[in-house]
């Protein structure tokens, strides 16, 4: 078999299995704070998972709602890195923005190859791929917007390409950071070798396979005072269920550290295919002591990974300085959007938030690295 007939073959099981956990199933059993519906879109050749949104839920998750990602979520992020005097007024205008969004009908979306992860992996790109999906898409839900997520121009540019020779508007999300050469980092970078060293001597070490029924509910509380506690209750709030049907489904492999109890300490979960690792899941306790590094030992872990495989590593966006010293190559991530077919108010809200997130949000993402 040739490595795009492998790769197609991986991103099928995927699929696959994300279909067997997701379609016809209450998210919400699932992914407490989110509010879609899973279908399946494309030829018998190659299919994709779909988030579909009907219209305006309070709090959704923002990896499936557009309007809690650039309104409610964005203005979270602003408020964080303002100065405190700025506060109010950010406030004041992240409800302005978000009811402008509600009355744009802006959640009324399907969103192409959605994984509900904060980073969507893509197989690679076929030539007219982004034209068949569209005319399928417009067939089925004609009355709502059309979203591919988590695009950027080092990993997708023919997907980009395509998208815009179509008539999609492109909005800035997020700055991402890329390690494409991790072996080739480890050797250059002091810091990414130091964390490896720290990974490889540190006891307790719990590998994908030692992940057992006893750790699921541990793992969710880990990432929930991480991702939730800490930084945003709008990232999806996964819950036992999903981190043990995705672990038992091969979609989610996990990596972490035990304390002398046996309990975990910390762990990360890893997602991928075709050539591309992203980690969605990370958590520890956070409040250990930060001279613990146990940030430090996850990405390590991952990093590991990447350096037996030769993947390239999406580590998302944050944590920039972190990143950077250790190879980390930062890269403007977009979502690409289809409303030709929408009334003008959605057409308009669109058009203004690309014009507004590549003249403002853009230089504020690679000021702070978000």
Not at 67 to 75: F, Q
Not at 125 to 133: C, D, I, P, Q, V
Not at 222 to 249: I, T, V
Request: charged share 25%.
């Amino acid at each position: 078999m040739t490595a795009p007939a492998r790769s197609d073959d991986e991103f099928a099981r995927h699929v696959e299995a994300f279909a067997r956990i997701h379609v016809g199933a209450d998210p919400r059993a699932l992914v407490g704070n989110l509010a879609t519906r899973a279908e399946l879109v494309g030829d018998g050749e190659r299919r994709y998972p779909v988030s579909v949104d009907d219209g305006d839920i309070d709090g959704n998750a923002w990896v499936c709602s557009p309007r809690t990602t650039y309104g409610e979520y964005a203005t979270e992020e602003a408020v964080r890195y303002a100065p405190s005097a700025a506060a109010p007024l950010l406030r004041a205008a992240g409800r302005g923005l978000d009811g402008w969004l509600r009355r744009a009908a802006i959640d009324r979306a399907v969103a192409i190859n959605n994984w509900w992860l904060s980073t969507n992996v893509y197989p690679q790109w076929r030539a007219g791929e982004a034209a068949r999906l569209l005319d399928e898409a417009l067939q089925r839900w004609p009355t709502h917007a059309l979203w591919l997520r988590s695009l950027n121009r080092d990993q997708h540019a023919a997907w980009l390409a395509e998208c815009e020779a179509l008539g999609f508007a492109l909005i800035p999300s997020r700055q991402v950071y890329l390690f494409r050469d991790v072996a080739g980092s480890a050797q250059r970078r002091h810091n990414l070798r130091m964390d490896l060293k720290l990974a490889a001597k540190r006891p307790g070490r719990a590998r994908d396979g030692d992940i057992g029924e006893a750790d699921y509910a541990r793992i969710a509380w880990l990432y929930g005072r991480l991702y939730m506690d800490k930084y945003s209750g709008f990232n999806p709030r996964y819950g036992e269920r999903f981190l043990r049907e995705w672990h038992r489904a091969g979609l989610l492999r996990f990596d972490g550290f035990r304390d002398e109890s046996g309990q975990l300490l910390c762990v990360a979960g890893v997602f991928g295919f075709g050539g591309t690792t992203t980690t969605p899941i990370v958590g520890y306790d956070t409040d250990l002591p930060q001279r613990l590094g146990l940030y430090r030992l996850l990405t390590a872990t991952t990093f590991e990974r990447a350096i037996a495989s030769g993947d390239t590593v999406n580590f998302s966006a944050g944590a920039a300085g972190f990143k950077r010293l250790r190879g980390g190559e930062a890269s403007i991530e977009y979502s690409a959007v289809y409303v030709r077919h929408l009334p003008a108010r959605t057409r308009c809200a669109v058009a203004a938030l690309s014009a507004l997130t590549r003249r403002v949000g853009v230089p504020i993402m690679r000021r702070f690295g978000l």
